[in-house]
């Protein structure tokens, strides 16, 4: 059931010189600005999940802001594309998991999209243990990627977590997006469905993440074999989950046996391989707990992606350095 720092030498990092220097092909890491290396040299950097969905209704622009004031260094946001074709900001199949709505994204045009409550279901729990859902009477609107954009600082790397399928029209639409917002050098772009590699591969421009599926089979060699498969270029992002549960399944001739298993598979040796090549830089998933940002850090993880931006800051401003690691 698969259900930085100057240390880092990151090549996207939060610095006013972040589109110049990602449009430069001979830039590549090194980039970084003071204001990035204030508090640290040591720690990942801190990339809003969805805007930050544990702390507003995911994906808007609420959100955003609200991720920004906390101090993440990037934002990462979902993308679907509407009936008539226009990119929006929403990651579930049934506009009912979030919203007042029904439906799905791909059924439903942009203008229809706009009335809906994007923070209907978006609850909080008081000191007793209530929940309340204070968006139902303070409506936030799901956004569109121009609109997202438009509200993030240039300066501030944006990722776009494709989820519409198939992947060819989102691509275009948001290619479309990209070039008259004159965005490419601040994006990069993750998909878990493979297809996206090849929708994107039209745009020379565009930076994508590694396939998910080559980041996985790299990481499973690493666990399981104790071998480094087909290790990235350098510069290659990749992204994936710093813990997982998983189903481990052994086939033999007369059936086969699974077992559920919770892996932590960003280790020092995966590190090793990833970065064969030279400076990959890692994007660890699913980072919420103190403990795990410190071993994020200790392992020179790049960026951790993270629910509450919030929290992830206070955190990252309570470890004391120089860090110590085990």
């Known amino acids: 059931m698969m259900s930085l720092r100057t ?7 939060v610095a006013a010189s972040l589109g110049v220097c990602l449009a430069m092909q001979g830039c590549g890491p090194g980039a970084i600005s003071s204001a990035q290396a204030r508090d640290s040299s040591v720690l990942p950097m801190i990339v809003a999940h969805r805007g930050g969905a544990a702390d507003y209704p995911e994906n808007t622009l609420l959100a955003i802001d609200a991720a920004l004031r906390s101090h993440a260094d990037a934002i990462w946001l979902t993308v679907q594309l509407t009936r008539d074709g226009v990119p929006v900001l929403y990651r579930p199949a049934d506009l009912a ?13 942009a203008a229809a999209l706009a009335r809906l409550n994007a923070g209907w279901n978006f609850a909080e729990t008081d000191a007793s243990g209530a929940r309340r859902y204070p968006y139902r009477d303070q409506p936030v609107r799901i956004p569109t990627l121009v609109e997202a954009l438009r509200a993030i600082p240039a300066t501030v790397p ?5 989820k519409a399928l198939p992947a060819e029209p989102q691509a275009d639409a948001v290619a479309r997006v990209l070039s008259e917002e004159n965005a490419w050098s601040r994006v990069l772009i993750y998909s878990t469905d493979a297809a996206y590699q090849k929708a994107f591969a039209a745009w020379p421009q565009a930076r994508l993440f590694e396939s998910r599926d080559a980041t996985r089979d790299r990481l499973a060699a690493v666990a399981l074999a ?26 033999f001739t007369l059936g086969e046996a699974r077992s559920a298993v919770s892996a932590t598979l960003w280790t020092p040796e995966a590190v090793k391989c990833f970065r064969t090549n030279g400076k990959t830089p890692i994007v660890a998933i699913g980072i919420d707990r103190a403990e795990d940002y410190r071993a994020a850090a200790c392992l020179g993880i790049d960026a ?4 509450s931006p919030r929290k992830l800051h206070a955190i990252r401003s309570g470890i004391a350095l120089p860090l110590q690691c085990p």
Not at 158 to 162: A, K, Q, S
């Open 7 to 13: 240390r880092f030498l990151r090549p996207f990092a």
């Open 97 to 109: 998991a979030n919203t007042d709505g029904k439906g799905a994204i791909t059924d439903t045009d």
């Open 158 to 162: 944006v990722m776009l977590d494709m």
């Open 226 to 251: 104790r071998t480094c498969e087909a290790p990235p270029p350098s510069g290659t992002w990749t992204a994936f989950e710093y813990a997982r549960k998983m189903e481990l399944v052994e086939t």
């Open 304 to 307: 951790v992606l993270a629910d």
